[in-house]
Nanobody, 115 residues
Framework: VQLVESGGGLVQPGGSLRLSCAAS????????MNWYRQAPGKERELVAS????????NYVDSVRGRFTISRDNAKNTVYLQMNNLKPEDTAVYYC?????????WGQGTQVTVSS
């Protein structure tokens, strides 16, 4: 299993970013996918989840209404559209499939929200 996150960067508060995660090594379309983040000095937290067909999504309360998770099963890619970013969104963001798929963490993509 390989997970390659991209799309992070430095953005001002109120700005937007779109993260991508290219997955390989498993049958992507069969499994839920998740986005996590880890801020400095904090534990990794689950931010958003999407079902295998992309019908059902879930978000942590702190990002609901600002972030949107989506996927393209033809491209084996999951996305996280992040709008109205806040300094507290600063973290390294990771994608990961459902826990039934054994996988290591990818390298993540750094998101920094600062003026």
């Amino acid at each position: 299993v390989q997970l390659v996150e991209s799309g992070g960067g430095l953005v001002q508060p109120g700005g937007s970013l779109r993260l991508s995660c290219a997955a390989s090594g498993f049958t992507f379309s069969r499994y839920n996918m998740n986005w996590y983040r880890q801020a400095p000095g904090k534990e990794r937290e689950l931010v958003a989840s999407i079902s295998s067909a992309g019908v059902d999504t879930n978000y942590v309360d702190s990002v609901r209404g600002r972030f949107t998770i989506s996927r393209d099963n033809a491209k084996n890619t999951v996305y996280l559209q992040m709008n109205n970013l806040k300094p507290e969104d600063t973290a390294v963001y990771y994608c990961k499939p459902s826990s039934v798929v054994p996988s290591d963490w990818g390298q993540g993509t750094q998101v920094t929200v600062s003026s």
